[in-house]
């Protein structure tokens, strides 16, 4: 059996050697003009993990990501996917990494001018050659996938609630039976039972699929309860990444009151905190 999140925290995750990590981030540094987003930030992901990343608004979270997928320019640093570096590969090369990707953006979720089913088709038809037909039955599996009713189908982002719009968006990033999805901030603005059961959905898709997930977040339960290592955001760079005992351990003054902060405490219990402090020792 797989070991829960809070089991791979205490026994720092699975032995390195076992671990392959699918991006590589080494030594980032973006800029917009004179402002320096990122400064030689190395980050690894490591397959089959949930990794959660954190950060202080406007640091730079949502930057990484679109930097990772080769949106953004970057000054220097080198970042690998799948082995292959996106930003010197060939289109070949570039299409193959684009289709064992899927993301779900924090803006801007869904097309509202489309229906559920023709936003999941989306990337079907840019990066797949199948009939109508097959690709309304694939769009049908990704909704019942997510946990959406069938008849969300044919409605607009619209008529969906937040939560809806949420799951809607995931099928579409799982549209393509991509090894990794990003999610950036996906349970913010759902309530604590929709965000749970977003994040109950993302772990079952990770034990069922054996997708890798790289999920920015500010959501603490998420973070305590989903996601097998986290890796913080600041100073420009990656200040600590690793399961949750080494973020309770870490001395850093905004690791330290966002891990210890009142609303942390509310979710770990203090001795449950207490264990995996020892643990991390
Ligand atoms: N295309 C852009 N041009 C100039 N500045 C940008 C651009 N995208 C992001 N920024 C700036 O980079 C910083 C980090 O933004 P962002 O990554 O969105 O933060 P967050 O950590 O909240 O996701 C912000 O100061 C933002 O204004
Ligand atoms: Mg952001």
């Not at 970042?79 to 990494?97: C, H, K, N």
């Not at 973020?247 to 001795?271: C, E, Q």
Request: charged share 25%.
């Amino acid at each position: 059996m797989r070991p829960s999140a809070s089991d791979m925290s205490l026994t720092n995750g699975r032995g390195a050697a076992d671990d392959e990590i699918i991006i590589r981030a080494r030594d980032v540094t973006v800029r917009f003009g004179e402002k320096t987003i990122l400064e030689d930030l190395s980050l690894d992901v490591r397959r089959g993990e949930i990794l959660g990343f954190v950060g202080p608004s406007g640091s730079g979270k949502s930057v990484l990501l679109r930097t990772i997928l080769g949106l953004n320019q970057k000054q220097s640093g080198t970042i690998e996917i799948f082995g292959i570096d996106y930003e010197t590969a060939s289109d070949a090369e570039r299409l193959a990494v684009e289709r064992r990707w899927g993301v779900l953006f924090q803006h801007g979720a869904l097309f509202s001018s489309l229906t559920v089913l023709e936003n999941i088709e989306v990337p079907m038809r840019e990066y797949l050659d199948l009939s109508p037909a097959l690709m309304h039955e694939l769009a049908r599996l990704k909704i019942d996938l997510v946990g959406l009713a069938p008849d969300a189908a044919d409605k607009f982002p619209s008529e969906l609630s937040g939560g809806m719009i949420k799951r809607a968006a995931l099928a579409r990033a799982l549209a393509l039976d991509p090894d990794i999805v990003f999610l950036d901030e996906p349970t913010s603005g759902l309530d604590p039972i929709g965000a749970a059961d977003f994040d109950q959905l993302i772990m079952t898709l990770r034990d069922t699929l054996g997708l890798s997930v790289y999920m920015v977040t500010h959501d603490l339960d998420s973070l305590f309860q989903a996601c097998d290592r986290i890796a913080v955001l600041g100073d420009r760079k990656v200040l600590v990444e690793g399961p949750l005992s080494r973020m309770l351990d870490f001395d850093h003054p905004w690791v330290n009151s966002y891990f210890h902060g009142k609303r942390a405490r509310t979710i770990a219990a203090p001795d449950h905190v207490a264990s995996l402090v020892e643990g991390a020792r």
